[in-house]
T-cell receptor, first 118, second 109 residues
Framework: AQKITQTQPGMFVQEKEAVTLDCTYD???????LFWYKQPSSGEMIFLIY??????QNATEGRYSLNFQKARKSANLVISASQLGDSAMYFC???????????????FGQGTILTVHP | GAVVSQHPSWVICKSGTSVKIECRSL??????MFWYRQFPKQSLMLMAT?????????EQGVEKDKFLINHASLTLSTLTVTSAHPEDSSFYIC?????FGPGTRLTVL
């Protein structure tokens, strides 16, 4: 079974500072994918960044980067130069890389509420 | 990126009625879609996997007769909450590939 753990229920950061949101995972699959999503108060799930288990480079997308440490089974999200609009719930998720009907479904962590202060 | 739409965005209904929620992939075909449920300030819980042309696969504890899923085409999956009760009130959200619809907030009176 797969499991995602986000140990920070809430995080606070000053505007323009960087912040790291923690995510650890557990899986017996050799191939898997890791995702980060942002969920503002409107409820929509906004896809931020993806890291494949075989990717050697850490993924980056604009101000978002994923600090992937495979041996530690961690996939922390780093947001640089925080903005007020970054305040939201953030979810880490994992997708099994195996085929079959289970492929594609995501297992989510508990989420971290990020608050950016001016 | 790819877009997934969901309709309606919110619905209020009386207890005992059925509610249908549509999920569409707008610019790509999706043989598989997923339906999640989310309670306030909690994580997303997978309800079922919707497979085009075949029966949906439900997660343990999800009543398949309560939550009917139909994946009629490569771009449309529907979730019908049958005989809805107040405890079914929740945020329902679908996904295709890594993209999510905007969600449907269901309130059952």
């Amino acid at each position: 079974a797969q499991k995602i753990t986000q140990t920070q229920p809430g995080m606070f950061v000053q505007e323009k500072e960087a912040v790291t949101l923690d995510c650890t995972y557990d899986t017996s699959d050799q191939s898997y994918g890791l995702f980060w999503y942002k969920q503002p108060s409107s409820g929509e799930m906004i896809f931020l960044i993806y890291q494949g288990s075989y990717d050697e480079q850490n993924a980056t997308e604009g101000r978002y980067s994923l600090n992937f440490q495979k041996a530690r089974k961690s996939a922390n999200l780093v947001i640089s130069a925080s903005q007020l609009g970054d305040s939201a719930m953030y979810f880490c998720a994992m997708r099994s890389g195996t085929g079959g009907t289970s492929y594609g479904k995501l297992t989510f962590g508990q989420g971290t509420i990020l608050t950016v202060h001016p | 990126g790819a877009v997934v739409s969901q309709h309606p965005s919110w619905v209020i209904c009386k207890s005992g009625t059925s509610v249908k929620i549509e999920c569409r992939s707008l610019d790509f075909q999706a043989t598989t879609m997923f339906w999640y449920r989310q309670f306030p300030k909690q994580s997303l819980m997978l309800m079922a996997t919707s497979n085009e042309g075949s029966k949906a696969t439900y997660e343990q504890g999800v009543e398949k007769d309560k939550f009917l899923i139909n994946h009629a085409s490569l771009t449309l999956s529907t979730l019908t909450v049958t005989s809805a009760h107040p405890e079914d009130s929740s945020f329902y959200i679908c996904s295709a590939e890594e993209f999510f619809g905007p969600g449907t907030r269901l309130t059952v009176l």
